[in-house]
């Protein structure tokens, strides 16, 4: 997998300048893009037979939809990519008069393009278009389709409206693997002699969630502000609750002890952490934690989410999620020792 090559320094100043590494070794073929492989392979297809349809592009943030198609449209147009691309993102005005304006500009624009392809029009973050926008998109791709092929990425594919989506071919990413992250990772670690050790990467892959670059960014902030990628480090860069300790309160309720869980709770309490904070990593460390029973998982789930809905409704108190401690306690203390 090949790495972007380090940024010269400005010949104006001769003072060096870098990118954020998210940038740096952002993918520019579909090659290099992780995961999601058979995705990828239909872009593969469609960027080999040069003829691509209208395309929507759904799946969490950080998982390279519009790197894909950023790289699909590189592979297409080739050096035409500057005239025959236009990327509007959701920081952009994406009303209906833009749609009108800017986009049907845009494709009635003459382009000398390599044969047989199209311009490309993207639209990052589509499902934030306004419905008007969207209404007045449905018509202007129809009439430019001999020339233009839309490319739109959004976090949820049915906020587009439905005669959009009938003109599109869907795909849908997952999120990343663990395995996909850590390769990425670590060939950026070995590009960038960076210093770090297994719990520093474990800490990266757990609180990314399969999210590329958010593990991206935070292992440039620990290597930027400690100098070391340890598990601990990340925790205080990415300002999270340590694990160790959620993993503490939890074998506290299988053991029935909630002095001992309640201890840990207010230690996160009183470092600041707020209720919701507490209430997810309660969730990620419950999910894989290997101690627990099944049956007894899936029961602690259930009131973790109920306790969950209920913090993000607004009820985000200590006593809240001492509630949540006490109910999972009193799973596992036997009915002769509960004293009514």
Known sequence: MSLSSKPKANAATEIPYELPWV????????????????????????ARDGNCPHIIISGMPGIGKTTSIHCLAHQLLGSAYKEGVLELNASDERGIDVVRNKIKTFAQKKVTLPPGRHKIIILDEADSMTAGAQQALRRTMEIFSNTTRFCLACNMSNKIIEPIQSRCAILRYGKLKDQEILKRLLEICDEEKVEYNDDGLTALIFTAEGDMR?????????????????????????????????????????KGDIDGGMDKLTELWGQGYSAVDIVVTLFRV???FDEIPEYTKLEYIKEI????????????????????????????????????
């Open 286 to 288: 419950v999910k894989n």
């Open 305 to 340: 989410g109920f306790t969950h809905m209920r913090v993000l409704e607004g009820v985000g108190t200590i006593i809240q999620l001492a509630g949540l401690l006490a109910r999972l306690c009193k799973m596992n203390i036997k009915p002769e020792l509960m004293r009514i």
């Open 214 to 254: 958010q593990a991206i960014n935070n292992l440039q902030s620990t290597w930027s502000g400690f100098g070391f990628v340890s598990g601990d480090n990340v925790f205080k860069v990415c300002d999270q609750p340590h694990p160790i300790i959620v993993q503490t309160i939890i074998r506290c309720c299988l």
């Open 23 to 46: 940038e740096k070794y952002r993918p520019t073929v579909l090659d290099d893009v992780v995961g999601n492989a058979d995705t990828i392979d239909r872009l593969k297809v469609i």
